[in-house]
């Protein structure tokens, strides 16, 4: 079993800033790569940010600047810097891991999403 549990959400104003958290445990052998989705209300779930086992990232054209994504192999875990927060930024963010169990099977797992609201 592998579990991803996020945390930092929370309401900041416009401007503002929020470090997410995602840490993940569990039968865990290798993890590929980590990365950010959000989900607004009444809309898909969207692709923030990504990072590879090296440190390689990549993100969606309108966090690029404000928000950075970074890992910490050691503790399996993934952050997301949030800064100059706008509006539209206002979701659930979900964690996702691209991992290798300890039995060789190789899938991606979700957190259980934190809220992060920008209003002023």
């Known amino acids: 079993q592998v579990q991803l549990v996020e945390s930092g959400g929370g309401l900041v104003q416009p401007g503002g800033s929020l470090r997410l958290s995602c840490a993940a445990s569990g039968s865990i052998f290798s993890i590929i790569t980590m990365a950010w989705y959000r989900q607004a209300p009444g809309k898909q779930r969207e692709y923030v940010a990504d990072?590879?086992?090296?440190?390689?990232?990549n993100y969606r054209d309108s966090v690029k600047g404000r928000f950075t994504i970074s890992r910490d192999n050691a503790k399996n875990a993934v952050y997301l810097q949030m800064n100059s927060l706008k509006a539209e930024d206002t979701a659930v963010y979900y964690c996702?891991?691209?991992?290798?169990?300890?039995?060789?099977?190789?899938?991606?797992?979700w957190g259980q999403g934190t809220q992060v609201t920008v209003s002023s």
């Open positions: 996702n891991a691209d991992l290798q169990t300890t039995d060789w099977a190789r899938r991606a797992y």
């Open positions: 990072i590879s086992q090296g440190g390689n990232t």
